[in-house]
């Protein structure tokens, strides 16, 4: 069996030699699907799926650290979206590419990945930017028509650009990175197929040297697939389009957009490359793991200086670096940082850690050098309080969706600005990512401002089938984990892994729910080395799972969906009894309004009754902060779903502290702020 397709049910496999082990063995052309692409008469094209997930994600034991792998490479970091480390090249592919709709599925066939191609009449986009903006008059009013524009656009489409390839790239291990493509995307260099990625929301990068020619002119081309929601998305009722293999597999209710949504660059580095730098910092140390990849045909010996950063009270420590041609190692330092102040909400201090490789002797040349930011804090479960340097925690939080009427999920700097500044204003100092990873500004923005993060996955309502699926054979989810805990390791404002959202727990599919939980909770922490407890947004206060949590989370939804408002504390108590020595956490709960409709707080639609909702709820938590660790409102901002409602408001569920478009306050926008968080004074 070839380390592409290691058993899914087995999270590390331990691979043999001393601190190092060889390079994964990856196709020089990657192989494409196993079955081919599908339609139905007169019905919506379905995606490829090989055996396994496309991306080989698997963990492999270097030296005693876990590391993660894509592509036959490291997954490595993607700071080179803002950072310029002095060791390697850049070239942006933010720009304007040649763009086509093939909804049909018929470019392959035509050849639209070769590089011989004259796509001189095709439409241009901008990478990055959702298509569903393409052409979508009126996407972000409530009374646009529902249906209509390129926001209804599914199957494939392709990308086309070229890039100039520099002459320096000679003796240089280079990858084409992207931060996000949805749902899945397929890469071609002139005509050579680089491999395909899988899940709308996490970064990627393809390793492109065996494809290159230098000092010419080459075209990439990027195949991105969306599946339909609906087979018709205005019929009554709507009949759903579903995947057993996707994640999410069927319609949710949040919006899906489409295409290459965050930036992309090319990225040439040295052939012995840090590729990951993962830092701890707590009780007074850096520990850090620089994991060290040769792409060469000589075994390299030389050396790694740390330097733990200006005001850490730390001196740069210098290690042996040994790792052998077509090799990973991992290169351990620990370095006391005596003066290092601790990152809390209150006081967020970051520090920046910077690894150098040289070669040979003392003295030796640069070969390649990688920067990290760290912040020095501790998290543990005591009982049932969750604390951060030992304080204990009350979280009070918002969900929120990354998107924006003008931009959908490809914001600007500026929107996300205004977007988090909301957060900040409403006095939270929690955000909960549902239900999918994050653009890296996100962690950066919350780690400057000391507003804590739950991170999440796109593991939202599968059922039993599916769970099964992913544990025993795709592995998507449990590569979705992986990578989550992967890229965001290094951000102190990450407190919280979060593995699902509501998904099925049939009654005879229990165990299959637990097999599936306790998969993607062991990659988690297979590879973060903080040890961040683990929860996930359950649909019930008694799931059969809540062993397996560190943090019991779940969503309610008492006096709207079932029950009655009051429900809720009877309901906490009874989880708190069963579980004395385990924080909950609720992760959902609200209620929607109609903007500008008021009337008496018990007339359902009403800003009253949505703020009375809050209130009610907020209550009977606060009065539990011994056992509750915090609230997660749902949700900061009105949001954009094609899940088959709410057609007669453009799809726009009006479930916000603010309007959609207009980002206007609504009654329980106030009524939020003014609620005193119970462990308010105690230092986080």
């Excluded at 579980?579 to 008021?598: F, R, V």
């Amino acid at each position: 069996m070839t380390d592409r397709h290691l058993s899914r049910r087995t999270v590390v496999a331990a691979l043999g030699a001393a601190g190092c082990v060889a390079l994964p063995a990856w196709p020089d052309q990657a192989s494409a699907a196993t079955r081919e692409a599908t339609a139905p008469p007169d019905g919506p094209v379905l995606d490829t799926h090989p055996a396994t997930e496309p991306s080989g994600t698997h963990v492999r034991d270097v030296g005693g650290t876990n590391v993660v792998f894509q592509y036959g490479a490291v997954l490595p970091g993607f700071d080179g979206w803002r950072t310029r480390e002095p060791t390697r090249e850049y070239l942006s592919l933010d720009r304007r590419w040649r763009f086509r709709f093939d909804p049909r599925n018929r470019g392959l066939d035509e050849g639209w990945q070769s590089a011989r191609l004259d796509d001189r009449a095709w439409t241009l986009i901008d990478v990055p930017s959702a298509w569903d903006l393409l052409d979508t008059p009126g996407f972000g009013s409530q009374d646009a028509p529902f249906g209509k524009g390129t926001a209804f656009a599914d199957g494939y489409a392709w990308y086309r650009t070229e890039v100039d390839v520099p002459p320096s790239w000679r003796a240089r291990h280079v990858r084409i990175a992207f931060l996000a493509a949805g749902y899945s995307a397929e890469v071609w260099l002139d005509g050579r197929y680089l491999g395909k990625h899988e899940g709308a929301n996490s970064p990627f990068a393809l390793p492109v040297s065996e494809a290159l020619r230098l000092g010419t002119r080459q075209t990439i081309a990027v195949r991105v697939f969306r599946r339909a929601n609906y087979a018709d998305y205005t019929a009554t009722p709507p009949q759903a389009v579903t995947d057993d293999h996707e994640i999410p597999y069927k319609p949710v209710d949040y919006w899906p957009y489409a295409g290459l949504t965050r930036s992309a660059w090319i990225e040439a580095v040295p052939q012995v490359t840090i590729a990951k730098l993962l830092a701890v910092g707590a009780s007074g140390r850096l520990e850090a793991r620089a994991v060290v990849e040769n792409h060469g045909a000589s075994d390299f010996d030389g050396r790694l200086a740390l330097d733990p950063g200006r005001g850490s009270g730390g001196l740069p420590t210098v290690v042996a670096a040994r790792i052998p041609a077509r090799s990973v190692g991992v290169v351990t330092v620990s370095v006391p940082i005596p003066g290092a102040p601790a990152w809390s909400p209150g006081s967020p201090h970051l520090l920046t850690a910077r690894a150098t490789l040289t070669a040979g002797r003392p003295g030796g040349g640069q070969v390649d050098t990688l920067s990290t930011r760290y912040g020095v804090r501790e998290l543990s479960v005591v009982g049932p309080e969750l604390r951060l340097n030992d304080r204990p925690l009350f979280l009070k939080g918002l969900n929120w969706h990354e998107e924006t009427a003008a931009h959908g999920r490809a914001m600007t700097p500026a929107e996300y600005d205004r977007e988090l500044g909301h957060v900040r204003a409403v006095g939270a100092n929690f955000i909960r990512n549902c239900v999918y990873n994050r653009h890296p500004y996100v962690y950066d923005w919350a780690d400057e401002h000391g507003v804590m993060v739950m991170d999440d996955i796109d593991t939202m309502w599968l059922n039993t089938a599916q769970e099964k699926l992913q544990t025993d054979r795709y592995g998507l989810a449990r590569a979705l984990a992986l990578t989550m805990a992967w890229n965001q390791h290094n951000h102190p404002s990450v407190i919280l892994w979060c593995l699902q959202n509501e998904s099925e727990i049939d009654a005879d599919g229990a165990p299959v729910y637990r097999a599936w939980l306790a998969d993607m909770k062991a990659a988690v922490k297979a590879v973060d080395l903080t040890a961040r407890p683990v929860t996930w947004a359950s649909n019930t206060s008694n799931d059969p799972a809540f062993d397996l949590a560190d943090v019991i989370g779940f969503n309610e939804y008492f006096g709207y969906f079932y029950g009655e408002d009051a429900d809720l504390g009877p309901a906490l108590d009874a989880v708190h009894a069963k579980y004395p020595d385990k924080p909950i956490l609720i992760t959902e709960n609200g209620t929607w309004s109609e903007a500008g409709h008021h009337g008496p707080s018990a007339t359902e639609g009403t800003e009253e009754w949505q703020a009375a909702s809050f209130t009610a709820h907020w209550t009977q938590v606060a009065a539990r902060s011994e056992f509750v660790a915090g609230f997660t409102y749902w949700v900061l901002k009105d949001y954009k779903q094609r899940a088959g409602y709410n057609q007669d408001h453009n799809g726009i569920s009006v479930m916000g502290l603010l309007t959609f478009g207009e980002e206007r306050p609504k009654l329980v926008h106030e009524t939020f702020r003014k609620a005193d968080n119970p462990r308010a004074g105690q230092g986080t």
